[in-house]
């Protein structure tokens, strides 16, 4: 059996960045920069106040109370075309450009207007309130760096930058076939024996969070003619997720028909739980990862395995997740020879501290406690019995990691 982190390795081995494609910015969140993004323009353009009040010379109001002549009005938008003499004052709103010879502003609650004259109660030293050109970014400078998926954040950033079209990846169309005799789809005749599908529908939302495009084939009967016809429709994908008929039973077919329709067959079968059947290979140029049928297994396996490749394939920077650490809330026993990812909440004590508590029922059956689990806690191959306190890595599936 492969250990999880040489699986990974040869997994990503198999994938590359995407050529880029343009979008506009209003529809570039979630989606990864091909290219660093310069900007177009300087932020702010000239020195701006930041506050409605009088743009002033800061010599002229070192003292005060001291009286002003107001010259003139500059609403943002519009600006005073003259340069600010001795003992003179501009009218001036927040977003405004300071007048020529103007180096301060005081805020118009520091001041009293009388006609052309303004009496300065409190003094500004130069530069309040001022916001100097460039004091966001200049043309010219990066902003955001290639391989960032972006946020609302950056989308903001980019069009503020005036950059109204972004050089993104492609997004992986992944597509993707559940297996199975016994599944039908939710909502759909339930006969005796029969359950109801699950995995696609749960990996087709993994691949869109993780800013993928899935493809969903549907779900394949446990025949190999059926199945072979099935398997055909992920030509031309960027890579195939099968979940089911992955084992060693008379019914799991899926390796023996993705090799008679010539795919050649990686590896199967890693020291992981759950997930322990799992199957790497690749059909003419698309890369086939075979998931477990279990509902779990074959999330836990994506979030481990696919997540990573799509993450290189949309041209991130480090499509492994680092490894986050946490104390355990509870005592574990010895672990045998499969790493295991056990699904567990996550909660700060009082110390700050983030505490990982695996559920005390781990069956790879178990939807519900997939969907409350905050993070996987990873126990490696052989790991001696752990104590309530032990540090432990961890998978989060959300807080600042994307949520799955
Ligand atoms: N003799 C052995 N039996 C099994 C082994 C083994 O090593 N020796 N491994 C076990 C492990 S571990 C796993 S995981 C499962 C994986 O089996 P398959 O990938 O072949 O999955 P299936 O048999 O098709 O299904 C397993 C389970 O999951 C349910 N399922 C399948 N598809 C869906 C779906 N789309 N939505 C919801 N649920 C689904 C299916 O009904 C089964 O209950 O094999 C063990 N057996
Ligand atoms: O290893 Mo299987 O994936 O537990 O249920």
């Known amino acids: 059996m492969q250990p999880v982190e040489d699986a990974r390795a040869r997994i990503l081995a198999a994938f590359a960045p995407l050529p880029a494609e343009t979008v506009n910015v209003a529809e570039a969140l979630g989606r990864v920069l091909a290219e660093d993004l310069t900007s177009r323009v300087t932020q702010p353009p000239k020195n701006l106040s930041a506050m409605d009040g009088y743009a002033v010379r800061a010599a002229d109001v070192a003292e005060a109370p001291v009286t002003l002549r107001v010259v003139g009005d500059v609403p943002a938008g519009s600006h005073y075309p003259g340069a600010l003499d001795v003992g003179e004052a501009v009218r001036i709103f927040t977003g405004g450009p300071l007048p ?10 520091n001041a009293t207007r009388d006609d052309d004259r303004v009496t300065i109660h409190q003094g500004a030293a130069a530069g309040t309130y001022v916001r100097p050109a460039g004091l966001d970014f200049t043309a010219g400078q990066i902003g955001i760096c290639a391989g960032r998926r972006l946020t609302s954040r950056d989308v903001g950033l980019a069009a503020a930058m005036n950059r109204p079209w972004l050089r993104v990846h ?16 939710p909502g759909d005749p339930l006969m005796e024996n029969q359950i109801v599908s699950s995995n696609g529908f749960a990996l087709a939302a993994f691949v869109q969070a993780c800013g993928g495009e899935p493809l969903h084939l549907g779900i394949a009967p446990d025949d190999a003619a059926a199945l072979g016809d099935m398997i055909d429709g992920a030509r031309g994908s960027d890579m195939l997720l099968t979940s089911g008929g992955a084992s060693v039973g008379q019914h799991d077919l899926v390796q023996d028909v993705l090799r008679r329709n010539g795919a050649e067959i990686d590896f199967w079968k890693i020291a992981m739980r759950p997930g322990k059947p799992l199957m790497f290979g690749r059909l003419g140029n698309t890369p086939v990862v075979g998931l477990p049928g279990n509902p779990v297994s074959s999330l836990v396996c994506a979030a481990i395995f696919a997540r990573p490749a799509i993450a290189r394939m949309l041209g991130q920077e480090s499509p492994v997740p680092e490894s986050a650490r946490a104390v355990l809330g509870c005592d574990l026993p010895a672990n045998d020879r499969r790493q295991d990812y056990l699904r567990a909440r996550l909660e700060t004590d009082g110390n700050g501290k983030q505490v990982a508590t695996p559920f005390n029922k781990q069956d790879s059956s178990m939807l519900t406690r997939m969907a409350r689990a905050d993070c996987l806690v990873v126990r490696p191959p052989e790991a001696p019995p ?8 961890i998978v989060p599936f959300g807080g600042g990691h994307l949520e799955i």
Do not use: N, S, Y
């Open 100 to 109: 020529a010879g103007a180096d301060t502003i005081v805020i118009q609650e």
């Open 170 to 185: 492609r997004r992986p169309r992944v597509a993707i076939l559940a297996t199975g005799d016994e599944i039908v789809l």
């Open 386 to 393: 752990a104590k309530a306190g032990d540090a432990v890595e």
